[in-house]
């Protein structure tokens, strides 16, 4: 069975700090994809990365960074120099195959001026 | 602009009332998704359709259903027999099934 999990409910830092926020999956198929949502307040999810499980190479977006390991069933998420924009629940996914996408459970990120 | 649109923003629904979540997209996908949030919650599966004229349950289908007539359209209608439907629901397409999916603005319903 897939299962994601994100053990971080709440974070709080300040405003230019770094932040990383972790997933951990767990699935017994060899190919399979993992997602980075963002929810801010207005509600919307809004898609940030995609990253298939034969591409282990760590992702850079701007301020936005990805570390995928498969060694360790994990794909975390930095955030470097954090702003009070980011503040948002974040969700990690998992799908693979023929099955259906499973979401954890969301990490909310607050942004302190 | 191509994207999905959600309506109404905020629903209320009386006791024992249907009442139905419009989704639409034109974005040329042909799979989409509707899921339901519950707070400090993840998303969970309501339905899902591949393709036109055809759909399938997800993990919580009991109190709801969909048709799929159109492409662009995926309408839910929440049901009398869905006893807690206070929720917000979330629509979502992907260009295929399994593909990234983008999601609408969502609708939150509310019981009276």
């Known amino acids: 069975a897939q299962k994601v999990t994100q053990a971080q409910t709440e974070i709080s830092v300040v405003e230019k700090e770094d932040v990383t926020l972790d997933c951990v999956y767990e699935t017994r198929d060899t190919t399979y994809y993992l997602f980075w949502y963002k929810q801010p307040p207005s509600g919307e999810l809004v898609f940030l990365i995609r990253r298939n499980s034969f591409d282990e190479q760590n992702e850079i977006s701007g301020r936005y960074s990805w570390n995928f390991q498969k060694s360790t069933s994990s794909f975390n998420f930095t955030i470097t120099a954090s702003q009070v924009v980011d503040s948002a629940v974040y969700f990690c996914?998992?799908?693979?195959?023929?099955?259906?996408?499973?979401f954890g459970k969301g990490t909310r990120l607050h942004i302190l001026p | 602009d191509g994207g999905i649109t959600q309506s109404p923003k905020y629903l209320f629904r009386k006791e024992g009332q249907n009442v139905t979540l419009s989704c639409e997209q034109n974005l040329n996908h042909d799979a989409m998704y509707w899921y339901r949030q519950d707070p400090g919650q993840g998303l969970r599966l309501i339905y899902y359709s591949h393709i036109v004229n055809d759909f399938q349950k997800g993990d919580i289908a009991e109190g709801y259903s969909v048709s799929r007539e159109k492409k662009e359209s995926f309408p839910l209608t929440v049901t009398s027999a869905q006893k807690n439907p206070t929720a917000f629901y979330l629509c979502?397409?992907?260009?295929?099934?399994?593909?990234?999916?983008?999601f609408g603005p969502g609708t939150r319903l509310l019981v009276l």
């Open positions: 979502a397409s992907s260009a295929v099934w399994q593909e990234t999916q983008y």
């Open positions: 996914a998992l799908n693979h195959r023929d099955d259906k996408i499973i």
